[in-house]
């Protein structure tokens, strides 16, 4: 009887862990939409709640981190159980950090001139969909705990860097060609960063989703998660 409530007590745990990071992922999806969506359409409204939106995903973040602490010191998990909690605290502590990257774009708002007629952000909105593709395909293959998915997430990856050179180079050929821009298209420039930094996380995500599920390590990726679990 005292084992069955502990496997009972311990499977509430993981699923309260999971739903963490699924409220987490939900929110950082949101703020990556409404950040470039404020951007583009100059609404300050929208950007200032996309800030203030991080402080609840830091908020989920510590949560995640003490129940996945709790878990690891009482129920002492091993084998596939072990390797959930260990991805579901790393993964949180990514999605935070997307979260930081929205948050960042959101705080460009007001610093981009001539919005209407501004050729340079109209490149950007393709390349931040692609990104926020990623994380809510990443996130459902979690939820699934779906290693096919997760690793074909790592290969579409490569699609945002191309995306992110080529932005690039036109906004630095537009900023030679408008000198009078310089100041709005280089806060761009950070704003494209922003969004290929959300691609690289929503990778490490997918490999600590193809680890977890799997137990094994994506070709040439071996050090997202220690060796040992």
């Not at 996130?139 to 191309?162: H, Q, S």
């Amino acid at each position: 009887m005292v084992a069955e409530h502990t496997v009972k007590a311990f499977d509430e745990d993981i699923t309260r862990l999971r739903g963490l990071v699924a409220e987490m992922g939900g929110l950082a999806e949101l703020s990556i939409a409404e950040a470039m969506d404020a951007l583009v359409h100059g609404n300050e409204e929208l950007a200032t709640g996309v800030i203030a939106r991080d402080k609840r995903i830091d908020q989920l973040e510590a949560e995640v981190d003490r129940l996945a602490v709790r878990v690891l010191a009482l129920r002492a998990p091993m084998a596939d159980d072990l390797r959930e909690v260990i991805a579901a605290l790393k993964i949180a502590g990514v999605i935070e950090r997307i979260g930081d990257y929205a948050k960042n774009i959101a705080k460009r708002v007001g610093h981009i001139e001539g919005r209407k007629r501004f050729e340079p952000l109209t490149l950007l909105p393709v390349m931040n969909e692609l990104a926020g593709d990623m994380v809510h395909d990443v996130l459902t293959a979690f939820a699934a705990r779906d290693p096919v998915a997760a690793a074909e997430i790592v290969l579409r990856d490569a699609k945002v860097d191309a995306f992110y050179d080529s932005v690039f180079r036109n906004f630095v050929s537009y900023m030679v060609e408008n000198p009078a821009t310089i100041s709005s298209v280089a806060q761009l420039m950070f704003v494209a960063r922003n969004i290929e930094r959300i691609g690289d996380h929503a990778t490490n995500i997918a490999e600590m989703v193809h680890y977890a599920a799997t137990g094994t390590y994506l070709p040439e990726r071996e050090d997202v998660i220690p060796p040992g679990i």
